[in-house]
């Protein structure tokens, strides 16, 4: 048994990364069930959501799930930078015939607060992950307090030893070819991120709290492979965009199954931060990286009405297609059936109640 297993109380050392956007308890509940970790995305979601994501999940699965939140400072209000940014997008509202945003947006997606940490100590989860970093003290003991293990990503050796220092019970070592958003935290400069094969080990040698590898893994090798290096577990997202119990979009799974889904960049466009996804049309048009983009998450504003409009339409042109850099995984399959199949090489090693 692993030291993760034994401490999440599961069958196998796998977490099924929490994905804002494309999944909800479903996804969770069908992973938990199967032996694996099971993680619901909150970032997104009002107090009300995430008590009734959680309700839902445990009357689905009687075993542990990880809650995960998001830990970013809110950026100052920026009207004038976020309508120059908005004019960088006129030609497509003309283009789709969209009436443009008489004012921008203001953010999805809010940070760790103290309503939410009276909501997690309310409804008991086993884990709770952070991405961005941690919460303030007091909210982060709160979150102890409540029995929770806790977790965050780090992409460096220096977010990682940050994270000990702090507390965590595990880290998530997030290597550059993951998809979605980089957890960075400690420094802006992209080209400190490396590859979960180079940052592995590196953590592990590090820290002496267990470190879970995250990025490009996607079949049983690959897990074999990221144990034989010395992780305690892994997390694994974009293979799940396609099972039955993802919200995955039409477009975005049609998406992954092109030629195109093999060529994935790290990009701003759609939130203010650095994400990987899938290369489209607005990609392309207004290159990976803009200095213009307002600070997470204001940028995703801009964008929102044509992504609408064109998912609408059936096209891809305007939407976070977020994915690792090896989709390779991605199966139709239950989600149950896809764990089962990441873990097939090892054996479960605890019965979670």
């Not at 048994?1 to 796998?14: D, E, G, K, R, T």
């Not at 400069?189 to 996607?218: C, D, M, N, R, Y």
């Not at 759609?270 to 990976?288: C, D, K, Q, T």
Request: hydrophobic share 45%.
């Amino acid at each position: 048994m692993s030291a993760l297993q034994s401490l999440f109380n599961i069958q196998f050392p796998l977490i099924q990364a929490p994905m804002a956007g494309v999944q909800g308890w479903e996804l969770a509940a069908a992973v938990s069930g199967a032996g694996a970790l099971g993680s619901i995305p909150c970032a997104m979601l009002t107090p009300d959501a995430v008590r009734d994501a959680v309700t839902h999940f445990r009357a689905r699965a009687d075993r542990p799930v990880n809650l995960n939140f998001f830990c970013h400072q809110p950026p100052e209000p920026d009207p004038e930078g976020q309508q120059c940014w908005l004019e960088q997008f006129l030609p497509w509202y003309a283009e789709l015939g969209l009436e443009v945003p008489s004012a921008p947006a203001g953010p999805g997606r809010l940070p760790f607060n103290k309503v939410i940490a009276d909501l997690v100590t309310e409804l008991a989860p086993e884990v709770v992950s952070f991405h961005f970093g941690l919460p303030e003290p007091s909210l982060l003991e709160q979150v102890r307090s409540s029995g929770a293990s806790i977790i965050s990503s780090a992409t460096t050796v220096e977010e990682a030893c940050w994270l000990a220092q702090n507390g965590v019970d595990a880290i998530i070592a997030q290597g550059l070819e993951a998809g979605g958003h980089r957890g960075m935290f400690l420094s802006e400069e992209i080209s400190t991120q490396v590859g979960t094969f180079a940052l592995l080990p590196q953590i592990k040698a590090a820290v002496k709290v267990p470190v879970i590898a995250a990025g490009g893994i996607a079949d049983a090798a690959g897990v074999q492979a990221a144990l034989a290096l010395g992780a305690d577990g892994v997390q694994v997202g974009t293979a799940y965009l396609l099972c039955s119990e993802a919200n995955t979009s039409a477009v975005h799974r049609a998406a992954l199954q092109s030629p195109g889904a093999s060529q994935t960049v790290l990009t701003n466009l759609f939130s203010g931060r650095p994400a990987r996804g899938i290369v489209n049309r607005m990609i392309r048009e207004l290159g990976p990286f803009n200095p213009s983009a307002p600070s997470f998450p204001l940028a995703t504003a801009a964008s929102a009405p044509l992504r609408a409009q064109a998912e609408h339409l059936g096209s891809g042109d305007f939407s976070p297609l977020w994915a690792g850099q090896n989709v390779t995984g991605c199966l139709s399959i239950p989600a149950a059936e896809l764990t089962l199949a990441l873990v097939s090489d090892l054996k479960p090693s605890v019965s979670s109640s």
